[in-house]
């Protein structure tokens, strides 16, 4: 019953420095999505995935690729991180039914230096 | 605008108090509204959801959808320390896709002291 597992907890990196964040989730959902939390911004939807083999940009893409590998995992890649993208970033999947009812990951928590 | 506006506090309550927290939204379509809850260090949790307008309560937390001045509300009812936490409201939307989305409000947080 684990719903949506977000891999690492915390991270710090370099600038320039890569990395790539999983997120995986167990509750058979089409849709999942990336969101970054900063204070005083609020959750800010980074992409998102409608169903397996799409992506889709949301309000804040620049600097972040995704791949949604398959039905359960959909990941978020920084290829050159920036300060400007320490932040706690969430994964959440979408429950199929009428209301938009999203579940959500843990966070992981970066800093970039 | 934003479409979905939410007060950010702090707020600040003793323990027993009634607590309410309100969004306002501007969009009228897409009529799904939700309470998530937030702890410290934690990822947003479903406290509850509603439709359209009207009262939804679930023990001590009542949720309250106003369509006609576009107010969304939450109420707490005899509070307490656990339920000190960041408090979202979102809203249900559509992308340029036709792709379901939610709409954040920046979250208020709440202190209950004992």
């Known amino acids: 019953n684990a719903g949506v597992t977000q891999t690492p907890k915390f991270q710090v990196l370099k600038t320039g420095q890569s990395m790539t964040l999983q997120c995986a989730q167990d509750?058979?959902?089409?849709?999942m999505y990336w969101y970054r939390q900063d204070p005083g911004m609020g959750l800010r939807l980074i992409y998102y995935s409608a169903s397996e083999g799409t992506t889709d940009k949301g309000e804040v893409p620049n600097g972040y690729n995704v791949s949604r590998l398959n039905k359960r995992e959909f990941s978020l890649r920084l290829e050159s991180a920036a300060p400007s993208q320490t932040s706690v970033y969430f994964c959440?999947?979408?429950?199929?039914?009428?209301?938009?009812?999203?579940?959500f990951g843990a966070g992981t928590r970066l800093s970039v230096l | 605008q934003k479409e979905v506006e939410q007060d950010p506090g702090p707020l600040s309550v003793p323990e027993g108090a009634i607590v309410s927290l309100n969004c306002t939204y501007s969009n009228s379509a897409f009529q799904y509204f939700m309470w998530y809850r937030q702890y410290s260090r934690k990822g947003p949790e479903l406290l509850m959801y509603t439709y359209s307008s009207g009262n939804k309560e679930d023990g001590r937390f009542t949720a309250q959808v106003d369509k006609s001045s576009k107010y969304i509300s939450l109420f707490i009812r005899d509070s307490q320390p656990s339920d000190s936490a960041t408090y979202l409201c979102?809203?249900?939307?559509?992308?340029?896709?036709?792709?379901?989305?939610?709409?954040w409000g920046l979250g208020t947080s709440l202190a209950v002291n004992p």
């Open positions: 979102a809203k249900g939307a559509f992308n340029a896709g036709n792709n379901r989305k939610l709409i």
């Open positions: 959440a999947s979408l429950r199929d039914t009428s209301a938009n009812i999203q579940y």
């Open positions: 509750m058979n959902h089409n849709s």
